[in-house]
């Protein structure tokens, strides 16, 4: 194989990649943009809704058999706005209010009082939750009003105390949040950045009618199909760097929403450093070897730009599932689970940035990656010498 022909078929690929302008927004504008954007939407409405639900949380309904004493009073200074309705149920089911309070007689002969929310509206879970906690505090009170009353004294309520400690240090429970997201929209962002250059490079090149004058060329099927790999690997690549740059540059400068200060800086805190990210993307670059080869392997057969969307688009949505099943708490990558492409990256990358990744774990999913990016290949190289795929019409 001859390194230079190789070598001049990456950069003729890489010059028509860059003057290629969905190839550009693909690989370059959707990572820098999609994630400062994706955090500026969520922050807007979460902060919007936020504010608004907290508002209308306030405005809630109580009906006239509520007759416990101190219940009107506590929730008046507490702040909720009292509204009288006669049918709490459907008070909170038209949504004239938040929540709503009735009351009626147990079985043995107590007050009961019933608190009536809509779990599908956030106001109505903020009413329910304040209510209840309010109402609880004030049982308390009483109990200990009547053992005080007794000479009892008030400890028989709270004999021990219980305190529950988190023995992962606040930058690992960080580290697992931002390892979490990152790992999956890498991968997925990465895919869908090197899928246009690749279908540019095959059906692309079909549609214009240059591919007859490369396979003229004294380059052979092995070099042309390297350069066109190296080409779209170099697109996966910048994607995933700029994904991470982007993602790290949007929770740091959008935030996470209203009521997230401590999480922000916990994530902050735990940003990778410079070796953590060039361990990342050296477990990124068999992947996205492998992800280059599949999608040349297969939009080599599209007879056009349109067919090859079509017949990429599955791989694309394969993808998803694996990198969503990385983020699931609980798992830890060992030697089985590192033979799973996909899956393999996104939990390594969540265990880099965690710092707890297992050296075996981190070799055996590199070299089976490496393994699959080698038979990609092989496979890519067998289609394009396939004159009846790579001439269809």
Avoid at 106 to 127: H, L, P, Q
Avoid at 171 to 182: D, E, N, R, T, Y
Avoid at 315 to 320: E, P, Q, R, W
Avoid at 329 to 353: C, D, H, R, T, Y
Wanted: proline residues 4%.
């Amino acid at each position: 194989m001859n390194l230079r022909m190789v070598a001049a078929i990456y950069a003729k690929e890489m010059l028509d990649m860059f003057r290629d302008r969905r190839a550009l927004i693909s690989m370059i504008v959707v990572p820098v943009i999609a994630m400062p954007g994706i955090f500026a939407v969520v922050h807007y409405f979460t902060e919007n809704l936020g504010k608004k639900a907290a508002l209308e949380s306030s405005r809630i309904g109580i009906s006239g058999r509520v007759s416990e004493p101190g219940v009107r009073d506590a929730l008046k200074i507490t702040g909720f706005e009292l509204v009288p309705k006669p049918d709490a149920r459907a008070a909170v089911e038209n949504k004239s209010v938040a929540a709503a309070l009735d009351e009626e007689t147990a079985g043995d002969g107590s007050g009961r009082i019933i608190i009536f929310v809509d779990k599908t509206r956030e106001a109505s879970t903020i009413a329910g939750e304040r209510i209840s906690a309010l109402l609880e505090r004030l049982k308390l009170a009483r109990v200990k009003t009547s053992l005080r009353g007794m000479g009892v004294s008030e400890r028989v309520l709270d004999p021990f105390q219980v305190k529950s400690t988190n023995v992962a240090a606040d930058k690992k429970m960080a580290g697992f949040i931002l390892g979490s997201v990152l790992g999956y929209a890498v991968l997925l962002l990465m895919f869908t950045g090197g899928m246009y250059p690749a279908i540019d490079m095959t059906a692309g090149e079909k549609e214009r009618h240059t591919l007859e004058p490369l396979l003229a060329s004294p380059a052979s099927r092995e070099e042309i199909v390297l350069g066109k790999i190296f080409a779209s690997t170099t697109a996966c690549l910048l994607t995933a760097m700029l994904t991470i740059a982007s993602l790290l540059a949007a929770i740091q400068r959008l935030g996470m929403g209203p009521n997230s200060e401590e999480l922000e800086h916990l994530v902050s805190r735990a940003g990778p450093d410079a070796a953590a990210v060039a361990l990342i993307l050296l477990t990124l670059l068999p992947t996205a070897l492998f992800a280059a080869s599949v999608m040349i392997a297969v939009a080599l057969f599209a007879r056009g730009f349109k067919e090859a969307q079509s017949l990429l688009t599955p791989v694309i949505m394969a993808v998803v599932v694996p990198a969503v099943v990385g983020m699931l708490p609980g798992l830890e990558l060992n030697v089985g689970l590192a033979l799973i492409p996909v899956f393999n990256v996104s939990q390594l990358i969540k265990e880099i940035i965690i710092g707890e990744y297992s050296r075996i774990a981190f070799i055996t999913a590199f070299a089976s990656n490496v393994f699959y990016a080698l038979v990609a290949f092989w496979i890519s190289v067998r289609i394009f010498k396939t004159e009846s795929v790579l001439f269809r019409s």
